[in-house]
């Protein structure tokens, strides 16, 4: 696959975007669902964000049912998943990406994690 850094790092400088990846990063699959919650905003504006980050080749996605669950594309090339990778590490503890990880953890009837999907 050949991504440009232009693209990955365009990306990466939209908050909700990059907010996005992290998570994504951290849980491997979620659905819009779970990222508007965690993200805490509207459905829409998520869907946007995320159709940019699936144009850009960063992000995959897969229907099951009603839900449409995203993840990290698996043939991002070694460097941008390295990039994801140690950004993740860094924002890990750190304001809104403490809080996001919070308000999934806490989120009830996730898809795919027991509830009807």
Same mark, same amino acid.
């Given at each position: 696959m050949t991504i440009s850094?232009?693209?990955v790092f365009k990306a990466l400088s939209d908050s909700t975007r990059l907010r996005c990846l992290v998570l994504l990063d951290?849980?491997?699959?979620l659905c819009v669902c779970e990222l508007t919650h965690a993200i805490g905003v509207p /459905?829409?504006? #998520?869907s946007r964000?995320?159709?940019?980050?699936r144009e850009s080749g960063l992000v995959a996605d897969q229907r &099951?049912? /009603?839900?449409?669950?995203? &993840?990290?594309?698996p043939a991002l090339p070694a460097w941008? &998943?390295?990039v994801l990778r140690q =950004? =993740?590490?860094a924002c890990g503890g750190m304001s809104p990406y403490s809080e996001d990880r919070s308000r999934l953890d806490? #989120?009830?009837g996730r898809p795919g994690r027991g509830c009807a999907a």
């Amino acid at each position: 696959m050949t991504i440009s850094p232009e693209s990955v790092f365009k990306a990466l400088s939209d908050s909700t975007r990059l907010r996005c990846l992290v998570l994504l990063d951290e849980e491997d699959v979620l659905c819009v669902c779970e990222l508007t919650h965690a993200i805490g905003v509207p /459905q829409p504006k #998520m869907s946007r964000h995320l159709a940019l980050l699936r144009e850009s080749g960063l992000v995959a996605d897969q229907r &099951r049912g /009603q839900w449409i669950f995203y &993840r990290i594309n698996p043939a991002l090339p070694a460097w941008v &998943r390295e990039v994801l990778r140690q =950004t =993740t590490a860094a924002c890990g503890g750190m304001s809104p990406y403490s809080e996001d990880r919070s308000r999934l953890d806490a #989120m009830d009837g996730r898809p795919g994690r027991g509830c009807a999907a």
